[in-house]
Protein backbone atom coordinates (compact mmCIF):
# COMPACT_ATOMS: atom_id res chain seq x y z
CA UNK A 1 0.00 0.00 0.00
CA UNK A 2 1.50 3.62 -1.00
CA UNK A 3 2.36 5.60 1.76
CA UNK A 4 1.40 9.16 1.49
CA UNK A 5 4.09 11.50 2.57
CA UNK A 6 2.66 14.94 0.98
CA UNK A 7 0.12 15.63 4.10
CA UNK A 8 2.70 14.74 7.10
CA UNK A 9 5.12 17.41 8.65
CA UNK A 10 8.33 15.09 7.68
CA UNK A 11 11.49 16.22 9.57
CA UNK A 12 14.71 14.13 7.60
CA UNK A 13 17.90 13.79 10.29
CA UNK A 14 21.46 12.72 9.64
CA UNK A 15 22.66 9.97 12.19
CA UNK A 16 25.02 12.67 12.83
CA UNK A 17 22.23 14.65 14.35
CA UNK A 18 20.13 12.04 15.85
CA UNK A 19 23.32 10.15 18.05
CA UNK A 20 27.06 10.81 18.90
CA UNK A 21 28.89 9.44 16.39
CA UNK A 22 32.43 11.66 17.52
CA UNK A 23 33.69 7.92 18.22
CA UNK A 24 32.73 6.10 15.00
CA UNK A 25 33.85 9.22 13.17
CA UNK A 26 37.20 9.34 14.75
CA UNK A 27 37.97 5.77 13.95
CA UNK A 28 37.26 6.62 10.45
CA UNK A 29 39.70 9.64 9.93
CA UNK A 30 42.29 7.90 11.61
CA UNK A 31 42.18 4.27 10.75
CA UNK A 32 40.22 4.35 6.99
CA UNK A 33 37.00 2.62 6.02
CA UNK A 34 37.90 -0.97 6.08
CA UNK A 35 38.71 -0.79 9.99
CA UNK A 36 35.40 1.52 10.07
CA UNK A 37 33.56 -1.08 8.67
CA UNK A 38 34.54 -3.52 11.00
CA UNK A 39 34.34 -1.24 14.32
CA UNK A 40 30.72 -0.83 13.41
CA UNK A 41 30.37 -4.91 12.63
CA UNK A 42 31.29 -5.58 16.30
CA UNK A 43 29.46 -2.66 17.91
CA UNK A 44 26.02 -2.95 15.81
CA UNK A 45 24.26 -4.06 18.79
CA UNK A 46 25.99 -1.18 21.24
CA UNK A 47 23.53 1.67 21.28
CA UNK A 48 24.90 4.97 20.35
CA UNK A 49 24.50 7.59 23.13
CA UNK A 50 22.17 10.85 22.43
CA UNK A 51 23.25 13.13 19.76
CA UNK A 52 22.27 16.97 19.60
CA UNK A 53 18.61 16.77 17.92
CA UNK A 54 17.72 13.33 19.90
CA UNK A 55 15.22 15.38 22.75
CA UNK A 56 13.70 17.46 19.64
CA UNK A 57 13.53 14.30 17.39
CA UNK A 58 11.84 12.31 20.46
CA UNK A 59 9.46 14.90 21.12
CA UNK A 60 8.23 15.29 17.58
CA UNK A 61 7.73 12.23 17.23
CA UNK A 62 5.30 11.85 19.95
CA UNK A 63 2.95 13.79 18.42
CA UNK A 64 1.95 11.09 16.55
CA UNK A 65 -0.40 10.00 19.60
CA UNK A 66 -2.65 13.08 18.37
CA UNK A 67 -3.83 11.07 15.37
CA UNK A 68 -2.33 7.12 15.77
CA UNK A 69 -4.21 6.02 12.14
CA UNK A 70 -2.45 8.81 10.33
CA UNK A 71 0.31 10.47 12.26
CA UNK A 72 0.55 14.12 10.92
CA UNK A 73 4.45 14.04 11.55
CA UNK A 74 7.04 11.85 9.42
CA UNK A 75 11.13 11.51 10.66
CA UNK A 76 13.46 9.60 7.90
CA UNK A 77 16.70 9.00 8.85
CA UNK A 78 19.66 9.85 6.03
CA UNK A 79 23.21 8.37 6.43
CA UNK A 80 26.26 8.46 4.38
CA UNK A 81 27.15 4.80 5.93
CA UNK A 82 25.67 2.04 3.67
CA UNK A 83 23.10 -0.37 5.40
CA UNK A 84 25.23 -2.81 6.58
CA UNK A 85 27.38 -0.38 8.49
CA UNK A 86 24.39 1.41 9.12
CA UNK A 87 23.04 -1.27 11.21
CA UNK A 88 24.08 0.04 14.22
CA UNK A 89 22.13 3.41 13.50
CA UNK A 90 18.34 1.40 13.39
CA UNK A 91 19.26 -1.06 16.08
CA UNK A 92 19.62 2.07 18.39
CA UNK A 93 16.47 3.63 17.17
CA UNK A 94 15.22 0.70 18.19
CA UNK A 95 16.44 0.21 21.61
CA UNK A 96 15.02 4.16 22.20
CA UNK A 97 11.75 3.16 21.18
CA UNK A 98 11.57 5.80 18.51
CA UNK A 99 8.91 5.51 15.53
CA UNK A 100 11.38 5.91 12.66
CA UNK A 101 11.51 2.87 10.13
CA UNK A 102 12.04 4.82 6.82
CA UNK A 103 15.69 5.75 6.38
CA UNK A 104 18.13 6.50 2.89
CA UNK A 105 21.55 5.23 2.83
CA UNK A 106 23.75 6.37 0.71
CA UNK A 107 27.20 4.93 0.62
CA UNK A 108 29.54 8.56 1.13
CA UNK A 109 26.65 10.80 -1.12
CA UNK A 110 25.11 13.54 0.56
CA UNK A 111 21.29 13.31 1.41
CA UNK A 112 20.22 17.10 0.09
CA UNK A 113 19.29 15.79 -3.01
CA UNK A 114 16.55 13.54 -1.96
CA UNK A 115 14.77 16.04 0.38
CA UNK A 116 12.00 17.53 -2.33
CA UNK A 117 11.71 13.49 -2.64
CA UNK A 118 10.79 13.41 0.55
CA UNK A 119 8.71 16.20 1.13
CA UNK A 120 10.75 17.33 4.08
CA UNK A 121 10.53 20.63 5.66
CA UNK A 122 14.15 20.67 7.88
CA UNK A 123 17.09 18.80 7.26
CA UNK A 124 19.31 18.62 10.83
CA UNK A 125 22.48 17.32 11.03
CA UNK A 126 26.03 17.15 12.08
CA UNK A 127 27.83 17.93 8.80
CA UNK A 128 28.88 21.58 8.32
CA UNK A 129 29.76 20.38 4.57
CA UNK A 130 26.42 18.66 3.89
CA UNK A 131 24.37 21.72 5.16
CA UNK A 132 26.05 24.19 3.40
CA UNK A 133 25.35 22.48 -0.06
CA UNK A 134 21.83 21.65 0.97
CA UNK A 135 21.36 25.28 1.92
CA UNK A 136 22.78 26.64 -1.18
CA UNK A 137 20.53 24.14 -3.15
CA UNK A 138 17.84 26.01 -1.85
CA UNK A 139 16.43 22.98 0.82
CA UNK A 140 16.01 23.74 4.13
CA UNK A 141 18.41 22.37 6.51
CA UNK A 142 20.35 23.28 9.77
CA UNK A 143 23.48 22.50 11.54
CA UNK A 144 23.30 21.26 14.86
CA UNK A 145 25.62 22.15 17.49
CA UNK A 146 26.50 22.18 21.30
CA UNK A 147 25.64 19.00 22.77
CA UNK A 148 22.87 17.32 24.27
CA UNK A 149 20.68 18.95 27.11
CA UNK A 150 18.78 16.86 29.66
CA UNK A 151 15.02 16.53 29.00
CA UNK A 152 12.68 16.24 31.39
CA UNK A 153 10.41 12.97 30.43
CA UNK A 154 7.60 14.88 32.95
CA UNK A 155 7.39 18.04 30.06
CA UNK A 156 5.78 16.92 27.05
CA UNK A 157 5.46 20.51 25.17
CA UNK A 158 7.48 20.55 22.05
CA UNK A 159 9.05 24.50 21.97
CA UNK A 160 10.56 26.16 18.83
CA UNK A 161 11.92 29.08 18.24
CA UNK A 162 12.86 31.06 14.87
CA UNK A 163 14.62 33.66 14.39
CA UNK A 164 13.53 35.75 11.47
CA UNK A 165 16.07 37.56 8.92
CA UNK A 166 18.03 34.90 7.51
CA UNK A 167 15.66 32.06 8.80
CA UNK A 168 11.87 32.32 8.58
CA UNK A 169 12.50 35.71 5.92
CA UNK A 170 15.00 36.08 3.22
CA UNK A 171 18.25 38.27 3.92
CA UNK A 172 16.60 41.51 2.06
CA UNK A 173 16.96 43.68 5.21
CA UNK A 174 20.15 42.12 6.56
CA UNK A 175 21.46 43.12 3.06
CA UNK A 176 20.82 46.39 3.95
CA UNK A 177 22.51 46.84 7.15
CA UNK A 178 25.26 44.62 6.20
CA UNK A 179 25.66 47.46 3.15
CA UNK A 180 25.19 50.15 4.83
CA UNK A 181 26.21 49.65 8.89
CA UNK A 182 24.01 51.84 9.73
CA UNK A 183 20.63 50.47 11.79
CA UNK A 184 18.57 53.99 11.24
CA UNK A 185 19.01 53.08 6.95
CA UNK A 186 17.23 49.94 7.98
CA UNK A 187 15.09 50.93 9.40
CA UNK A 188 14.07 53.46 6.88
CA UNK A 189 14.40 50.80 4.52
CA UNK A 190 12.05 48.68 6.35
CA UNK A 191 9.65 51.68 6.75
CA UNK A 192 9.40 52.15 3.43
CA UNK A 193 8.25 48.78 2.27
CA UNK A 194 6.30 48.37 5.38
CA UNK A 195 3.29 46.75 3.69
CA UNK A 196 5.30 44.38 1.50
CA UNK A 197 5.77 41.15 3.01
CA UNK A 198 9.13 39.39 2.95
CA UNK A 199 9.74 36.65 0.82
CA UNK A 200 10.11 33.43 2.36
CA UNK A 201 13.42 32.46 3.82
CA UNK A 202 14.92 28.33 3.86
CA UNK A 203 12.74 27.45 7.06
CA UNK A 204 9.75 29.50 6.18
CA UNK A 205 7.85 26.35 5.26
CA UNK A 206 8.68 24.34 8.80
CA UNK A 207 7.48 27.32 10.39
CA UNK A 208 4.17 27.26 8.66
CA UNK A 209 3.63 23.46 9.24
CA UNK A 210 4.43 23.56 12.58
CA UNK A 211 1.89 26.52 13.29
CA UNK A 212 -0.73 24.51 11.54
CA UNK A 213 0.13 21.20 13.22
CA UNK A 214 -0.49 23.34 16.41
CA UNK A 215 -3.75 23.98 15.14
CA UNK A 216 -5.01 21.02 15.23
CA UNK A 217 -3.85 20.18 18.67
CA UNK A 218 -6.77 19.42 20.51
CA UNK A 219 -6.96 20.79 24.12
CA UNK A 220 -6.29 19.03 27.42
CA UNK A 221 -8.61 16.53 28.37
CA UNK A 222 -9.62 14.28 31.71
CA UNK A 223 -9.02 11.20 29.69
CA UNK A 224 -5.53 12.44 27.55
CA UNK A 225 -3.09 14.58 27.97
CA UNK A 226 -1.62 15.04 24.33
CA UNK A 227 1.84 17.30 23.77
CA UNK A 228 1.52 21.10 22.95
CA UNK A 229 3.50 22.93 20.39
CA UNK A 230 4.99 26.41 21.26
CA UNK A 231 6.44 28.20 18.90
CA UNK A 232 8.68 31.71 19.16
CA UNK A 233 9.99 34.14 17.35
CA UNK A 234 12.99 35.94 18.62
CA UNK A 235 14.77 38.74 16.36
CA UNK A 236 17.03 41.53 16.96
CA UNK A 237 14.86 43.71 15.14
CA UNK A 238 12.77 46.44 17.48
CA UNK A 239 10.29 49.04 16.56
CA UNK A 240 9.78 50.45 13.82
CA UNK A 241 11.07 47.84 11.58
CA UNK A 242 9.18 45.13 13.59
CA UNK A 243 6.10 46.41 11.42
CA UNK A 244 6.89 44.35 8.18
CA UNK A 245 7.62 41.02 10.65
CA UNK A 246 4.15 41.56 11.39
CA UNK A 247 2.98 42.21 7.52
CA UNK A 248 4.93 39.21 6.68
CA UNK A 249 3.28 37.23 9.27
CA UNK A 250 -0.27 38.22 8.66
CA UNK A 251 0.80 37.30 4.42
CA UNK A 252 1.55 33.79 5.84
CA UNK A 253 -1.81 33.56 7.68
CA UNK A 254 0.40 32.61 11.07
CA UNK A 255 1.34 33.93 14.82
CA UNK A 256 3.77 32.93 17.01
CA UNK A 257 2.57 32.51 20.66
CA UNK A 258 5.48 34.31 21.83
CA UNK A 259 7.46 36.85 19.67
CA UNK A 260 10.31 38.90 20.86
CA UNK A 261 11.73 42.20 19.43
CA UNK A 262 14.92 42.66 20.97
CA UNK A 263 16.76 45.31 19.48
CA UNK A 264 20.19 44.14 20.69
CA UNK A 265 19.37 42.63 24.18
CA UNK A 266 21.38 39.16 23.80
CA UNK A 267 19.05 36.20 22.44
CA UNK A 268 20.18 33.84 25.45
CA UNK A 269 18.43 36.10 27.79
CA UNK A 270 15.22 34.91 26.25
CA UNK A 271 16.20 31.46 25.72
CA UNK A 272 17.23 30.48 29.27
CA UNK A 273 13.21 31.36 30.01
CA UNK A 274 11.71 29.37 26.83
CA UNK A 275 14.34 27.07 26.86
CA UNK A 276 13.67 25.52 23.37
CA UNK A 277 14.17 22.20 22.82
CA UNK A 278 15.16 24.03 19.22
CA UNK A 279 16.68 27.29 18.09
CA UNK A 280 16.87 27.91 14.45
CA UNK A 281 19.29 31.22 13.32
CA UNK A 282 21.43 32.35 10.83
CA UNK A 283 24.30 33.51 13.00
CA UNK A 284 26.84 31.58 14.98
CA UNK A 285 26.96 34.63 17.31
CA UNK A 286 23.50 34.89 18.27
CA UNK A 287 23.78 30.68 19.35
CA UNK A 288 27.20 31.19 21.48
CA UNK A 289 26.53 30.02 25.04
CA UNK A 290 22.67 29.40 24.26
CA UNK A 291 23.57 25.06 23.96
CA UNK A 292 22.62 25.46 27.65
CA UNK A 293 19.06 25.70 26.92
CA UNK A 294 18.58 23.71 24.16
CA UNK A 295 19.64 22.25 20.51
CA UNK A 296 21.27 25.15 18.74
CA UNK A 297 21.04 24.88 14.91
CA UNK A 298 22.63 27.42 12.73
CA UNK A 299 20.90 27.96 9.32
CA UNK A 300 24.20 28.96 6.88
CA UNK A 301 21.82 30.91 4.44
CA UNK A 302 22.02 34.87 3.20
CA UNK A 303 24.86 37.70 3.56
CA UNK A 304 25.61 37.11 6.78
CA UNK A 305 27.11 33.60 6.09
CA UNK A 306 29.08 34.79 2.80
CA UNK A 307 33.00 34.25 3.60
CA UNK A 308 34.94 37.96 3.57
Do not use: C
Not at 4 to 15: G, H, P, Q, R
Not at 287 to 304: C, D, R
Amino acid sequence: MPFNIEDKLVITVASSALFDLKESDRIYRERGVDEYRRYQRENQDVVFDHGIAFPFISRFLALSDLNPKEPPVEVILTSKNDPDTGLRVFNSIKQYGLNISRGAFLSGKSPYSYLDAFNASLFLSGSKEDVRRAIAAGRPAGLVLGGPTVDDPKDREIRVAFDFDGVLADDEAEKVFHTTKDVNAFHSAEQAKVNIPHKPGPLEKLFREFSKLQQDVPGDTLDHNPPRIRIALITARNAPSHERVVTTLRSWGVQPDETFFLGGIEKKRILEVFRPHMFFDDQLSHLEGGSAYGAMVHVPFGIKNIPQ
